[in-house]
C-alpha cells in the first residue's frame, strides 16, 4: 500500500510537469518584427507617429548647421567710400573713390585697403571681417568644402557605431551634443583658418544626425509606410532651411551670434526631448536584446490600444555569437559580397551627382542677382511641395523611376538657367535685378533635386539588410557629402561666370538619374536582416518570376 501511494503521488506530479511545461514550449508564438508590427503593434499608429515627430525633429539641426554659410559666408551686396572725390595712389595706378561710386556693387579690387567699407559693417560676413576677396577669394570657399569633407568623414564613423554597440539613437545623442558645442566654438573663430577647422569639426559632428534619424523612423513602423515616414524627416529639415532667414536677419550685423544662436537648438532637444525616443526593435533584436526589443514593441502597441500576446517570442534569423561576427566584418561582408558591392557602388555614383546639385544649388542662390533672404526663403518653400510630392508619390510609384525622373527634371532646370542667366544679367551690369524666369526655373530645378534627394536616402535604406543598413547609408552620405564639399568651389566660379556653374549642376544631374538606372527596384520589399538572408530571397524572387517586386515578397526578416 505504502508503495502504491508513492507510486500514485510520483504518477500524479509527472502529470503536473507535463501539463505545466507544454504551454511555454509548444505554443510560444515566434513572429518577425514585421509581422509584430503589422499583426499586433500596428503599421503607423499613435505610438510611430509619436516616434517619428520626436526623432525627425533632430533634422532640424542638420539643415540649420549645414546651410547656416550661406549667411555666415554671404558675399556683402555693396560697399561705399570712405573718402570721397579723393585720389588714393595704388602702386604706379590712381585708384579713385568718386561720389558716383560712393555705394557700389562692382569689384573693390581696384581700390586701396582703408579707402571703402561694407555698407552693412565689416562683421556681417566672414567675407567682411576676413577680406576674402579678390585673390583671397577661393579662401571663401574653403570652410564650406571642409565642413562637407567632415561630414564625409563622420558619415563612415556614426554608420559604423549606429550599426554596433552604440545604436541608433545613441548616435543621435552624440551627434546632436557634438554638433551644439562645434557650432558654439565656432563662433569663437579668430581667422579664417581656424574657422575652417571648425566647421571640419561641425559638418564632421553633425553628420549622424539625418541617416540616423532615417533608420530610426523607418525602422519603427511597418512596410507600406516606410516610403512616407523616410519623407517626414525631410519636412523638418525644410523647416530647419526655412528658420534660417528668420534667424540670420535679425542677426545680419554679426554673423557670430546667428552660430550662437543654433548651438543652442540641439543641446535643448538631446536633454528635453531625445529621452522620450525609444530605440530601433529592429536593431536590438540583431545585437542579440529580444528581451529588450520585446519592452519597445509592447511600448509602441500600449500606446497604441493594443497588447502584445503573453507567449509572445521574436524570431532572429542570425544568431546573437553569428550577429556579432558578422558586426566585425560590417564592411569586409558588404564589400567582398558581389551583389551588394555593385549596388553600393551605383548608390554611391548616384549620391555623388544628386549631392553636388543639392548642396551646389542652394549654395549658388547669392548669384542669381535677388536678395538673398528673399531667394533662400523661396528654395526652402520649394522644398516643401518636393516633399509633398515625394511621400505620395512613393506610396504607389517604383522607387527607381522616381528617383531619375526627378534627377532628369533638375538637370533639365539646371541648363535651361543658362539661356535666362545670360538675358537677366550682364558681365559688367551689377545694378540689374535678376532674371525672375531664371530664378523660377532654378526653384524648379532645386525642387526636383530636393524630391531626388529625399527618394534616394529611401531607396538607400530599402536596397541593404539591417545589419548592414546603417552602415550603406553612411557610405551614400559620404558620396553625397563628397559631392557638397566640391560645390563650394563652383560657387565661387560662379561669381564669375553663373552660366559655366549651371551647365555643370545639369550634366551631373542628369547622370545620377542614367546611372540609377541599374538598381533594383524596392517597391514593398521586405526589410532583410543580413547579406545571405537577402541573396537567397532575391534569387528566389528571381526564379518565381516575381515581376512585380523585384527584391521579392516573402518575409522572413524584421
Not at 314 to 340: F, H, I, M
Not at 469 to 490: C, D, E, I, T, Y
Amino acid at each position: 500500500m505504502e508503495e502504491e501511494g508513492q507510486n500514485l503521488v510520483q504518477g500524479n506530479m509527472n502529470l503536473i510537469e507535463k501539463e505545466e511545461t507544454p504551454p511555454s514550449t509548444t505554443n510560444q508564438l515566434e513572429l518577425t518584427v514585421d509581422e509584430v508590427m503589422e499583426g499586433h503593434v500596428g503599421s503607423f499608429g499613435f505610438s510611430q507617429l509619436l516616434h517619428v515627430f520626436l526623432v525627425s525633429l533632430a533634422w532640424m539641426f542638420d539643415s540649420q548647421n549645414t546651410l547656416i554659410t550661406i549667411f555666415s559666408d554671404a558675399q556683402p551686396p555693396a560697399w561705399r567710400c570712405k573718402n570721397i572725390g579723393h585720389g588714393v595712389n595704388n602702386s604706379s595706378n590712381a585708384s579713385f573713390c568718386v561720389s558716383g561710386e560712393r555705394k557700389g556693387r562692382g569689384s573693390v579690387c581696384g581700390f586701396e585697403p582703408g579707402t571703402w567699407e561694407w555698407v552693412g559693417g565689416n562683421t556681417s560676413s566672414t567675407i567682411a571681417e576676413w577680406g576674402l576677396i579678390c585673390d583671397r577669394k577661393f579662401l571663401a570657399a574653403l570652410p564650406s568644402s571642409l565642413f562637407f569633407v567632415g561630414s564625409l568623414l563622420g558619415s563612415s564613423m556614426y554608420g559604423r557605431l549606429a550599426d554596433s554597440f552604440l545604436g541608433r539613437k545613441r548616435a543621435v545623442l552624440l551627434s546632436c551634443l557634438l554638433t551644439s558645442v562645434t557650432a558654439f566654438l565656432t563662433s569663437l573663430s579668430p581667422n579664417v583658418y581656424i574657422y575652417a577647422f571648425l566647421r571640419f569639426a561641425n559638418g564632421f559632428s553633425r553628420s549622424g544626425i539625418g541617416m540616423c534619424c532615417l533608420v530610426l523612423s523607418t525602422e519603427a513602423v511597418g512596410r507600406k509606410w516606410r516610403g512616407q515616414v523616410g519623407q517626414y524627416g525631410f519636412f523638418f529639415f525644410t523647416a530647419g532651411f526655412l528658420s534660417l532667414p528668420l534667424i540670420a536677419y535679425p542677426t545680419r550685423a554679426c554673423w557670430r551670434n546667428l552660430y550662437k544662436i543654433i548651438s543652442l537648438l540641439p543641446l535643448a532637444y538631446s536633454l528635453l526631448l531625445l529621452p522620450y525616443v525609444s530605440e530601433s526593435p529592429r536593431w536590438l533584436l540583431i545585437r542579440g536584446r529580444s528581451k529588450e526589443a520585446l519592452e519597445v514593441l509592447n511600448k509602441l502597441a500600449r500606446l497604441n490600444g493594443k497588447k502584445l500576446p503573453e507567449n509572445l517570442s521574436l524570431v532572429n534569423p542570425s544568431a546573437a555569437k553569428e550577429g556579432e561576427e558578422e558586426d566585425e566584418g560590417v564592411r569586409d561582408s558588404l564589400w567582398s559580397t558581389k551583389w551588394a558591392a555593385k549596388r553600393m557602388i551605383m548608390v554611391m555614383v548616384a549620391g555623388f551627382g544628386v549631392g553636388f546639385v543639392y548642396y551646389g544649388i542652394q549654395l549658388n542662390v547669392e548669384n542669381l542677382n535677388f536678395n538673398l533672404y528673399f531667394s533662400v526663403a523661396l528654395n526652402a518653400l520649394m522644398e516643401i511641395p518636393a516633399v509633398f510630392i515625394g511621400s505620395v508619390l512613393l506610396s504607389f510609384t517604383n522607387r527607381r523611376l522616381l528617383f531619375s525622373q526627378s534627377a532628369y527634371l533638375a538637370g533639365i532646370s539646371c541648363i535651361l538657367c543658362i539661356i535666362f542667366s545670360r538675358r537677366g544679367h550682364g558681365k559688367t551690369d551689377h545694378k540689374a535685378g535678376g532674371s525672375w524666369p531664371q530664378l523660377t526655373l532654378e526653384a524648379v530645378g532645386f525642387m526636383a533635386a530636393s524630391t531626388a534627394f529625399d527618394v534616394l536616402y529611401i531607396y538607400c535604406v530599402e536596397l541593404f539588410p539591417t545589419n548592414v543598413r546603417n552602415f550603406a547609408v553612411s557610405l551614400l552620405r559620404q558620396a553625397l557629402m563628397l559631392g557638397a564639399s566640391v560645390a563650394p568651389m563652383l560657387v565661387v566660379l560662379g561669381r564669375v561666370s553663373p552660366s559655366l556653374s549651371f551647365l555643370i549642376f545639369g550634366i551631373l544631374s542628369i547622370l545620377s538619374g542614367i546611372v540609377s538606372m541599374w538598381l533594383p527596384e524596392t517597391k514593398n520589399a521586405p526589410l532583410y536582416d543580413n547579406l545571405k538572408q537577402q541573396e537567397a530571397e532575391e534569387k528566389l524572387s528571381c526564379q518565381t518570376g516575381n515581376s512585380d517586386v523585384e527584391l521579392g515578397t516573402r518575409s522572413t526578416s524584421a
